[in-house]
């Protein structure tokens, strides 16, 4: 009978160790899948703020609400055209494609994060999350390049071409 209580007890033990070591594994995991929702946020945060950029300087020291119909205004008019408040403080936006604006801030920033997550050095920190972030980066700064206002062509000094939504339809 000394045998069977000896057993039991070190069987006790050893589930309360196991406990203890799942409860670490969770929080390891849980930080792992919120990464690639904060990388998601600031690929979108990135592509609000490239095409919205010079349109929001109308809007400075406005109330909240003035602000986020000018983001609205901004972030419609240069990818389709249509602008909901015509109105509002910035005013009529016109449509905007070009590929001038491909290489800006959040895509240079994005292209060095995706390389440094590529480099085979084995002692890089964080390599992973900074693919991630690298790769949520470069799209979001190649695409809202692409509708950004404002740039000047490399090869000649015009601005860039705009589309006036009457043009579209």
Do not use: C
Request: proline letters at 4%; aromatic letters at 6%.
């Amino acid at each position: 009978m000394d045998r069977r209580r000896r057993r039991r007890t070190t069987r006790a033990r050893t589930v309360t160790r196991r406990r203890r070591g799942t409860k670490r594994k969770r929080v390891g995991k849980s930080i792992k899948s919120n990464w690639k929702k904060i990388s998601t946020a600031a690929g979108i945060l990135g592509f609000v703020s490239n095409v919205t950029g010079q349109d929001m300087a109308a809007s400075a020291g406005q109330p909240i609400g003035v602000k986020a119909q000018a983001v609205i205004n901004s972030l419609f008019g240069r990818i389709s055209g249509y602008n909901p408040f015509p109105n509002s403080t910035g005013g009529a936006v016109p449509q905007t494609i070009s590929i001038d604006g491909i290489f800006n801030r959040i895509s240079g920033i994005g292209a060095g994060s995706f390389i440094y997550g590529l480099l085979p050095i084995k002692q890089l920190p964080h390599k992973g999350k900074a693919k991630t972030l690298g790769k949520s980066l470069l799209t979001a700064g190649v695409l809202s390049g692409l509708f950004m206002g404002g740039h000047r062509n490399l090869i000649s000094p015009t601005n860039t071409v705009t589309v006036s939504s009457s043009e579209v339809s």
